[in-house]
């Protein structure tokens, strides 16, 4: 009988024995685990780019704030201009940027009441990306001298146009670089009319919108590449003048919308084609000035 009994020991033995049986498959399991996420975690800072690295995106080149306030209003300042009498100081004020330096965009704006330079804020990026342009102040307007508030007589068209000439040949005096594109809307395209046939060695294009036409516009100035844009829905300028521009100047690319109203825009608004379809208003003004570049 007592031989066979186990002792004491042997039944601690054989309880321990039955423990490790039991939690060896759990070790081996978790010793494999940690061995595996080792082997990962090594492998993953091998191969891996650091966590602030973002993936190369392509996208098209957006300006941010920092350089637009670069790109889009680099300089602004006065030229000052002559004056028939010595009672009258002439300064016509301009903001230029830009981030090419040709062609050169001379923007005029509407000579009327409360236009300036800035009626063109929303175009100074598009053409900031093709060139350098000068947004002036016509005199009696805006920022310059005479302004609204200081002036002693009205400078008719004419006479705004050889302001603008004075201001072209003060900033450009060479008279056969021909980089310059003149951009105007409605009444304004006639003092840019008006520029162009005395400046004809130094224009490069005319850039309208939604212009005014008058007899004899086209005078000297048929041969100058047109850049023409129009909303057909434009009630203050109507589209159909439009034809008078293809018929008497030779060389017009246009860039015309059906349909420009939205449900809850003031109709006034197909007046301003440019402020609402910019990107494709920037497609192809870029295309065009591709292919002025390419004649040259």
């Excluded at 063109?120 to 302004?147: F, K, M, R, V």
């Excluded at 050889?162 to 105007?184: D, G, R």
Aim: charged fraction near 20%; glycine fraction near 4%.
């Amino acid at each position: 009988f007592f031989s066979t009994m186990p002792s004491p020991f042997a039944k601690t033995l054989q309880t321990k024995n039955t423990l490790l049986e039991r939690i060896a498959p759990a070790i081996v399991v978790a010793v494999v685990l940690i061995l595996c996420g080792v082997l990962y975690s090594t492998q993953w800072t091998t191969t891996q780019p650091a966590t602030n690295t973002m993936p190369s995106v392509t996208k098209r080149p957006i300006i941010s704030y920092d350089e637009r306030t670069a790109v889009l209003i680099t300089k602004q300042g006065k030229v000052k201009l002559s004056s028939p009498s010595p009672y009258e100081e002439n300064s016509m004020f301009y903001r230029t940027g830009g981030i090419k330096e040709e062609p050169i965009f001379i923007l005029i704006h509407s000579p009327t009441r409360g236009s300036s330079s800035k009626d063109w804020n929303h175009l100074y990026e598009i053409i900031a990306h093709q060139g350098t342009y000068y947004a002036i102040d016509l005199i009696n307007y805006g920022d310059s001298e005479p302004n609204p508030q200081t002036q002693k007589r009205i400078h008719l068209h004419d006479e705004q146009a050889n302001h603008v000439i004075e201001f072209i040949q003060t900033l450009f005096p060479n008279p056969n670089n021909k980089n310059i594109i003149l951009v105007a809307k409605d009444e304004a395209s006639t003092i840019a009319c008006s520029v162009a046939s005395r400046l004809t060695s130094q224009i490069k294009g005319l850039f309208f919108i939604a212009p005014e036409y008058f007899n004899d516009m086209s005078d000297n100035i048929e041969t100058i590449p047109m850049f023409l844009m129009w909303a057909k829905e434009d009630k203050i300028v109507p589209f159909s003048k439009a034809s008078s521009f293809e018929k008497n100047f030779i060389d017009v690319t246009t860039f015309y919308i059906e349909s420009i109203l939205e449900e809850g825009v003031a109709v006034s608004e197909a007046h301003n084609p440019e402020t609402l379809r910019g990107e494709q208003l920037a497609f192809n003004l870029e295309e065009w000035i591709n292919i002025l570049q390419y004649r040259d």
